[in-house]
């Protein structure tokens, strides 16, 4: 590759498209934010912001900080504050003319509305520039219809997305990686990737496992007898033991960027030693971080520390936090194989059945348990999805329910006319499968998971969605319980979260961070009506609990059909501190609630 040709990508033309997109993904999540407030245009149909609110396009503008900037557009206001924004229609005035849109100068122009610090703003402004960046590649690719995409494989569904988190902004930063490496390690790119094994020396790692899972088997089944034989040469070829060291799988970024100067003195003194690259090739998910194994499919994912700071975090892993992992795992699959309600929607976990860390002492002696310092090499292999399948079952990452095609055509549309059912028995289904599980657990052991839409993997068949697999355990889950029996390697979920803000854990992470795109998309494509739409979700609720009377106090306590509840705002975290934007030792802590949202169930 060239050097012009690594940028062959940054065209004004697609530079143009990604900056429109981003600009109209800006106004409708920051609206909905209450961090900018549309005023409705005179004569465009949205006097007193009325006609907005009843599912009917009105017109709308804002202005800069200073007044002298404006933006017109036009939006269908929906359900819990939704901003669905006609990206063509958005302009910008000044001075009487109009100019082109550039993001970059939409942040500045709104710096003071938006929060963003002196400090923050040319970060975030790095993250957008990323974002729009990832967004030109994505338009060099050949344009798939959402129902050519819901045909495809697995990993063709996974790379395909375009849009990452339907509610961060500055989705796609990637703070760290150069254009070759975005080229590389992105998932949109599709590149296979052969990670980097290194040898570390069990002084300073720790391997652990779930039950039934012993290393040496679990190394060999993973990388073949003849690449562990390879990496045991290579070892006694230094003159070292095999016996006192253990492999641990690497992001080819992380060792080129991080390892072979941060952790210098490790490699200088053999504690850890590099074995070169495995055999099998993989594709990074959506989560950048984690690795789907191309070569052997029914071979377990690989999760690697990733110091590379996206979307509000740096991406690293905890050798301490890996330890435990594994245990977690178990834990959580027991407790879905001994509940009837879980079993009989069909939920299942892919479990995190392994992990590896390595402790660099000097740096822990410097540095708190959360500093990144402390999440620079560890791995963990979560199991496939693919054994699991039956016969005409095929896989989908959740997300892709909200992808849009470029005619604006959903693949959760193309899914339910695939199926033959109607919208509302397509959905029904779906909820009992994802939604279902969710109110349970959070009943029923006061478990909360973290279930966005590349966290939750879809069982489909014919289009319908047969079952949900629920990924990324042991980072993501918590107990809210704090009087519940714990097994002591568990005990670190454990949470402390005030009453009031418990259930915020299925109202924003699902209805307002997932249902909220799904429902509207459905209804701007005459699929399915809004109202029709939180009916089916009120009635799975209502099944739920009629079908668990023995809950019935925790359902008062905890009222799914309360009238309104708390909006926490996602951009608000990122804008105030995009490398760190939750304070890990107190997450309820860190949200940034701002009024309230109308529950759309209530009353239903």
């Known amino acids: 590759m060239t050097l012009s040709d690594a940028v062959a990508h940054l065209s004004p033309h697609r530079w143009a498209r990604a900056n429109r997109l981003l600009i109209r993904k800006a106004l409708a999540e920051f609206a909905h934010e209450r961090l900018i407030t549309p005023e409705p245009t005179e004569g465009g149909g949205g006097e007193g912001g009325n ?12 202005r800069s900080d200073d007044g002298l900037t404006r933006y017109r557009f036009t939006a269908t206001r929906r359900a819990l504050d939704h901003w669905q924004v006609d990206a063509e229609s958005i302009t910008r005035h000044r001075n009487g003319g ?28 790095e993250e957008i520039s990323s974002t729009l960046a990832g967004t030109c590649y994505k338009l060099t690719k050949p344009q798939l219809t959402s129902a050519e995409l819901a045909k495809s494989g697995f990993q063709e569904i996974e790379t395909g997305m375009t849009e990452g988190h339907p509610c961060f902004v500055a989705n796609n930063g990637r703070l760290g990686f150069g254009v070759h490496e975005y080229l590389s390690y992105a998932p949109e790119t599709a590149s296979p990737v052969r990670l980097v094994w290194l040898a570390a020396h069990r002084s300073r790692a720790a391997f652990t496992a779930g039950v039934g899972i012993e290393y040496e088997s679990f190394l060999r089944d993973e990388l073949g007898e003849e690449t562990v034989a390879r990496f045991n040469d290579t070892l006694r070829a230094q003159e070292l033991d095999p016996a006192d060291f253990l492999f641990i799988p690497v992001h080819p970024w992380q060792w080129w960027n991080k390892l072979t100067v941060t952790f210098a003195a490790e490699v200088a003194q053999k504690r850890l030693v590099c074995l070169g690259e495995g055999d099998d090739e993989y594709l990074a998910q959506q989560s950048i971080r984690t690795f789907f194994n191309r070569s052997a499919p029914e071979k377990h994912y690989v999760k690697t520390a990733l110091s590379v700071i996206n979307m509000g975090f740096m991406r690293g892993l905890s050798a301490a936090y890996m330890e435990a992992t594994p245990a977690i795992n178990d834990w959580l699959a027991g407790l879905i194989d001994n509940d009837p309600v879980l079993r009989s929607t069909g939920l299942s976990i892919i479990r995190e059945r392994a992990a590896v860390g390595y402790r660099h002492l000097e740096y822990e002696a410097a540095t708190d348990r959360y500093s990144p310092y402390r999440k620079m090499l560890a791995a963990l292999w979560r199991e496939s999805p693919v054994p699991s399948l039956r ?30 059912l109607t919208p509302v028995e397509w959905l029904r289904r779906y909820l009992r499968a994802y939604f279902t599980p969710l109110l349970h657990s959070f009943y029923a052991y006061d478990l909360v ?22 990924k990324d355990i042991a980072e993501e889950i918590a107990v809210m319980d704090p009087d519940a029996v714990l097994p002591p390697t568990v ?49 799975c609720v209502r099944d739920y609990q009629a079908a668990t009377p023995e809950l019935a ?4 306590q905890y009222d799914m059909f309360a009238p309104e509840f708390s909006l926490s705002c996602l951009n608000r975290l990122q804008l105030r501190d995009n490398e760190q934007m939750v304070d890990l030792a107190d997450p309820a802590g ?15």
């Not at 006609?51 to 804002?62: C, F, L, R, V």
């Not at 998971?449 to 629920?470: C, Q, S, T, W």
């Not at 701007?524 to 089916?536: A, I, N, P, R």
Request: glycine share 8%; net charge negative.
């Open 51 to 62: 006609a907005g609110n009843e599912g009917k396009p009105a017109e709308y503008a804002i």
């Open 98 to 125: 109009e100019l082109p849109l550039h993001a970059l100068d939409f942040f500045i122009e709104l710096k003071g509305a938006l929060g963003l610090s002196d400090e923050v703003l040319p970060v975030y402004l």
């Open 391 to 420: 016969d005409g079952e095929s896989l989908a990452t959740m997300a892709s329910l909200v992808h849009v095609d470029h005619e604006g055509a959903s693949i959760a549309a193309t899914l339910i006319e695939r199926s033959g």
């Open 449 to 470: 998971f973290m279930p966005h839409g590349e966290n939750v993997i879809l069982v489909l068949k014919d289009g319908v969605v047969e079952r949900a697999i629920y």
């Open 491 to 539: 005990e670190r979920l454990r949470v402390d979260v005030p009453e009031d803000k418990k259930l915020l854990s299925i109202f924003t992470d699902v209805f307002d961070c997932f249902f909220r795109f799904l429902a509207a998309n459905l209804a701007s494509e005459g699929v399915l009506e809004e109202d029709d739409f939180w009916q089916t979700v009120a009635d």
């Open 553 to 556: 106090d925790k359902f008062k």
């Open 590 to 604: 860190a949200l940034q609630l701002v009024g309230n949202l109308k529950n759309p169930i209530a009353g239903l």
